[in-house]
């Protein structure tokens, strides 16, 4: 039986590939023209170029490797001469677009992703849809992207300066991140975050399983409404849920230095980690209900026949099942905590000031470039969590047999 996408039709040079090439770089062109003033004559001849580049590729490179290199290389040396070093760095990443847009047009591969059946409007929508997607993704990741190299600037502003833009090393420099990594007023922050994220995580940890697990047995009276009530803080608007923590925590805070004898200090530590912990219980609860799904029951039913009790049956033959779901609800309550600001101000001191207080009092009283070296270090912490994520996902669809790799 033949593939769906084995035979693949040759599109048209000059009806379809050129032109659509022509569209690409007037969009290009346009931008380029813009940048130094002529909008019209760069809209030309980008359209112009473009299509010409097209019909190279497409005629006398079937190589891609050497026509992709060598349109960057050429784009980029135009670039180069037209604005120095950041014009060498856009005129290569605009040739390595252009030329894998002709190649993509050309070959058909703009048809692998749909079958061989398909009508022209059905591989118009597929890749609209892709498109439209990416650019989305681009919407949301460009402001955090702008933030990265702002962060090295050498000066203290929040643009590019000139010598940032030609790549000049001088426009570069870490002063940001030795500010943030000497400066008391963002060390001890940063010291306070990594105390209150990991205790706020382990009780929620402690307390979201166990509610994950009860919730999840069949017989237990009003489930639905336990867990729409404990989830209730993921829904319910912050503003709302830290005035009502506000008056519930400083009454306890109240009876706790009064009848105790605690320090202020340590109780302040105590409100906003319990806080916290009310705030990332929900996530650890979604994340283990759902990993409970797949759970074999069959298996504590053996553990209990061979005589185990059932503190020894969750911790040697539920918990190795359930642990990717934990661990996934664990980094999202800690992230949860790790960047969280509206309770602290309600709940918290200047004692519990944490990172993003820190940030948020940067923004609002003293405009510190600093807060760009932050931004970049947390931007970077949660792309890791979100990998490890990630991986404990797929760890998780093995273990239960939905993936076979």
Known sequence: MSSLHSEIPTPSLTGFTLPLMAAA?????YIVGTANGQPLIGAVAGAVL??????????FVPDRRTGRLGTAAVAGIAGFAMAGTSG?????????ILSWFAYWLSTGDYRRSV???????????????KFICGLIFFFLIAPIVVVLPLSFNAQDFFTFTPEMLAFDPDGYSLKHYRDFLSNPDWTRPLKNSFVIAPLATIISVSLGTLAAIGLSQSHVPGRRAIMAILISPMIVPLIISATGMFFFYSKLGNWMEGNLGMSKDFIGYVK????HSVLGIPFVIITVTATLVGFDRSLTRAAANMGAGPVRTFFKVQMPLILPGVISGGLFAFITSFD????????GSAA?????????????????????AVATVLVTFSVLLLATLELLRRRSERLRGMSPT
Do not use: C, H
């Not at 473009?50 to 005629?59: D, F, I, M």
């Not at 060498?88 to 390595?96: D, F, K, N, P, T």
């Not at 948020?360 to 003293?366: A, P, S, V, Y």
């Open 50 to 59: 473009s299509a010409a580049l097209g019909y190279v590729l497409a005629s």
């Open 25 to 29: 770089g007037l969009g290009f062109g």
């Open 88 to 96: 060498l760095v856009a005129g290569a990443i605009i040739g390595l």
């Open 340 to 347: 969280e600001v509206v309770v602290v101000l309600f709940v």
């Open 352 to 372: 519990q000031k944490t990172l993003p207080w820190q940030m948020f009092i940067g923004l609002r009283e003293q405009i510190s470039p600093t807060i760009l």
């Open 272 to 275: 906003v980690i319990l806080a």
């Open 115 to 129: 079958p061989s059946y398909a009508t022209a409007g059905d591989v118009l929508w597929s890749n609209s849809f």
